[in-house]
């Protein structure tokens, strides 16, 4: 079950989501200044208690990626949350086009799969 889409374009998002989801939706828009943004909560999937705000997915579509490599893109979007990513903000998954690329390919990734358990788990392989 994928997480509820949190904004679509960056015209139209809303107070949707809780004060995380508000916080990287502020962040990235400042920093960004993205055409389109959307904001995936996944935090559901991953077992965490209600309400929980750990596990997201983005989208960004910024004239500010434009000619940057796909890791410099990456790292602009994780300077912007970098204090999320420090604290409550587990996992991040990250797609970061410029507005030609989203022209051409309008569609958002899907969310990846959640591998179940937990850190105090140990994995078996």
Known sequence: MRGPLLAAAAGAMGGAGGPLARTIRAKLTAALQPTHLELRDDS?????PPGAETHF???VVSERFAGLPLLQR????????????????HALQ???RTPEQWQSDPRAPPA???LGGSKREQRRG
């Open 44 to 48: 559901p999937r991953h077992g965490g």
């Open 112 to 114: 990846p799969p959640c």
């Open 74 to 89: 990456h790292r602009l979007v994780h300077d912007a949350l970098r204090a999320e990513l420090a604290g409550p903000l």
């Open 57 to 59: 997915g983005v989208l």
């Open 94 to 96: 990250v797609t970061a």
